[in-house]
């Protein structure tokens, strides 16, 4: 799964490390953008917000 991320209108990131896993993702639409929350177990975590962001899938 691949997030594109378009016209970034505020970023909140914490702890960044070489590698992280993913606890959960929030995902929430309002008329200003969409917001992508996420926890960690290990990891980078926090929050990012954009007028656009497109998810793509790849087969494999």
Known sequence: MTFSIFD???VQLF???EA???F???VE???DGTTLSFD???GVHGRI???RVVVSFEPG
């Open 8 to 10: 970034l209108i505020e």
């Open 15 to 17: 702890e960044f490390t």
């Open 20 to 22: 992280g896993i993913m």
């Open 24 to 26: 959960g993702l929030d």
């Open 29 to 31: 639409i309002d008329p």
């Open 40 to 42: 960690s177990s290990y």
């Open 49 to 51: 917000k954009a007028k």
